[in-house]
Structures are given as C-alpha cells and as structure tokens.
C-alpha cells in the first residue's frame, strides 16, 4: 500500500488537500456524466484489467468553486453495477459548474483507486 497526499495543481481547487490510502483499485474507465431533473448520472466501463472488485463501490466528489460549495457521495454503487446517480438539491443545481472527480474504494480495506477527473458539469434545474 502507497500513500498519496498532495495539492490540486490547476488551482481549481486550491485550498483541497487530499491523502488517501492507493492500493491496486482499478479506477473508474470511461466514465460518462450527463444530466436528469436533479441529478447527475454517472455510467462507467466494465473493469477490464481484472484488478478492482466487482464489490468496489464509486466515491462521487463535486466541486464549485465559485460558491466553494462541496459535494460528495461516499459510498456509492458497486463497480460492478456500472452506474450510479447522485441527486442534489434543485438549489444546488441552479447554473453551477461543478468540477467532478470519482474513485472506487474496496469495502474491506478503504483503499481507493486513483482519482479520475471527469470535468467541469454545468448544472441547471430541469422543468
């Protein structure tokens, strides 16, 4: 086990600081983000590698910067079920850019794979 802890560099989160615990987690692959009425929709790949358990489960961190708002899902669906959902609030989705990050985490040990950026997501309440 490594441990990594470090800075953002773009600044666009510049006051996070992170640590966490990296195993062999395979991270999440092509990970795809779209829109529904209060929500963020998150699908990914299939693990191909064989690395990550089908029993990981996906952390979902949002990020605003201009409302230094943070966002987070901790304990989301398991890899092997290839999507997850993160609802929010209709006032947290009233035109923000959230910059989105996803990891897997194992459920035995806490470790997490490394982090994948999956841009910036402007969100806006849908009738």
């Not at 699908?43 to 961190?61: A, R, V």
Request: with cysteine.
């Amino acid at each position: 086990m490594g441990s990594l802890t470090g800075k953002f560099s773009k600044g666009i989160l510049s006051d996070f600081i992170f640590k966490a615990a990296v195993w062999s987690t395979g991270q999440p692959e092509n990970v795809k983000v779209t829109r529904s009425k209060n929500a963020l929709n998150f699908e990914w790949d299939k693990d191909q590698t064989g690395i990550g358990s089908p029993n990981d489960s996906i952390m979902i961190l949002l990020y605003n910067k201009e409302g230094r708002r943070f966002l987070a899902c901790y304990s989301g669906a398991g890899r092997s079920e290839l999507k997850d959902t993160f609802p929010m609030h209709p006032a947290h989705m009233k035109n923000r850019t959230y910059e989105v990050f996803l990891v897997f985490k194992d459920v035995l040990s806490d470790a997490v794979s490394k982090s994948v950026y999956c841009g910036s997501v402007l969100t806006q309440v849908i009738a």
